[in-house]
């Protein structure tokens, strides 16, 4: 089997038969319709977009009136995506509370459906989808994952770093209906079965030669090994059923790449995690889902990799030495890249393509949001919502500060017939 990064030949160049996603995977999360019918768009071009509202929580979207959820519908609502996902959209249903109705539903009939100015229309998204995340979920053992001397606590000792179960989720919104029957989810595929993984164990050879000696290190256990799980949130793949084809969206949101000790594991965690997405569309064998279901995508897939990767190019980021971006993203003849996303905003900051800006590295701006189509699909246009800062055009620049750090980025990508 071949790291991704040393293949000799790319998915353009070689077809494999798989066969992998024929067979209906189990999915943990939940699947809703609406009640309204489908209706077929008269252009085969499909907007897709991802946003990352910071910490957008339950109490917020389950009744009308917060002002965050507010600005961040009228930015959607600007941009009008025809399959958008949400990240850091809280999970209620793990987390417990509002049980009756999933978050990413309350959004869409709070805010979404709503008009939000009187110059912009609501978007009534009949299909939705809240995966279940790895953040806030302990497993049954108690360990000391994040090497504080405590076992078993929240937020450090979770498969993914959360003060209670689902925070810091994603949901997915769409007006095309979802394949459930193939929906892939890979939320417990275990780090340690990924072949040349970068995690860190105490004793190896690595940053330090032995984690264990240095106390600001993190690294696994060899029991811990067995039950660490690759993805900080959860990685699934999304059937879209678009204008008499299947595209397949792909979602994540790996782990920041820092708040850790010398040896790097947030970052070691984030390349792997952004890693294994290059390796699924690229047919790996190693990959199974939740179901138990072996290998990745057909060779002759469509498929959009939307989200927050928390992966930049690597332009002036030192404390981001691996730049997996780079590698298996940008770099990657697997994903068009050709025309990446702009925006008046970003260009002001240097780095035309950026998406973030602030946050916890204050003054930094950053490119980590993406959407990313295979190389057989058409992109027509795309944008990142980030306006001039002396645009005054209907409060967008004050709407997308409230709304997150994040910037929400879009493209619109034409389904060739016959997939």
């Known amino acids: 089997m071949l790291h991704p990064m040393v293949r000799r030949q790319t998915r353009r160049e070689l077809l494999k038969t798989i066969g992998g996603t024929a067979t209906a995977a189990g999915f943990v999360g939940t699947v809703s319709g609406r009640q309204q019918p489908h209706r077929k768009a008269q252009s085969r071009q499909t907007r897709y977009a991802a946003f990352n509202v910071i910490e957008l929580e339950t109490e917020q979207v389950q009744e009308p009136g917060d002002p965050q959820a507010e600005a961040a519908a009228r930015v959607v609502q600007e941009v009008r995506p025809d399959i958008l996902v949400v990240n850091e959209l809280t999970n209620n249903l793990q987390q417990g509370k509002h049980t009756d109705r999933p978050n990413i539903d309350a959004f869409v009939e709070n805010y979404l459906s709503v008009p939000q100015r009187d110059d912009l229309d609501g978007i009534d ?102 039950v660490f799980r690759l993805s900080s949130k959860t990685h699934v793949d999304v059937p879209f059923e678009v204008d008499g084809g299947t595209v397949h969206g792909l979602f994540a949101h790996p782990t920041p790449p820092g708040f850790d000790g010398v040896n790097n594991f947030n970052g070691r965690w984030n390349h792997d995690e952004v890693r294994f997405f290059a390796d699924y ?139």
Do not use: C
């Open 125 to 226: 998204y009949e299909h939705t989808l809240q995966p279940e995340s790895n953040t806030g979920v302990l497993p049954e053992q108690d360990y000391d994952f994040n090497k504080d001397g405590t076992a078993g606590e929240l937020p450090g000792d979770a498969f993914g770093f959360g003060v209670y179960p689902g925070h810091y989720a994603f949901a997915i919104a769409s007006k095309y209906p979802i394949d459930e029957s193939n929906l892939r989810s890979f939320q417990t595929f275990n780090w340690a079965d990924m072949p040349g993984n970068r995690i860190p164990v105490a004793g190896d050879d690595g940053v330090v030669t032995d984690p264990a000696d240095d106390e600001t290190a993190i690294y696994l256990t060899e029991e811990e090994l067995d």
């Open 281 to 419: 569309v690229a047919g790996e064998d190693y990959i199974y889902d939740d179901s138990g279901v072996h290998g990745g995508l057909d060779d002759d897939a469509s498929y959009v990799l939307m989200g927050d990767m928390n992966a930049g190019p690597g332009l002036g980021r030192d404390e981001r030495p691996l730049k997996p971006a780079r590698k298996f993203l940008l770099d990657n003849d697997d994903f068009d890249t050709d025309r990446l996303p702009t925006s008046p905003g970003a260009a002001q900051r240097g780095l035309p393509t950026a998406t973030r800006f602030g946050g916890d590295f204050e003054g930094v701006v950053e490119q980590i949001d993406y959407v990313l189509p295979s190389p057989d699909l058409s992109i027509h246009g795309s944008s990142v919502v980030w306006p001039s800062e002396n645009a005054t055009k209907r409060n967008l620049g004050a709407d997308v500060s409230a709304a997150s750090d994040h910037r929400l980025v879009w493209a619109d990508v034409a389904t060739q017939p016959g997939h």
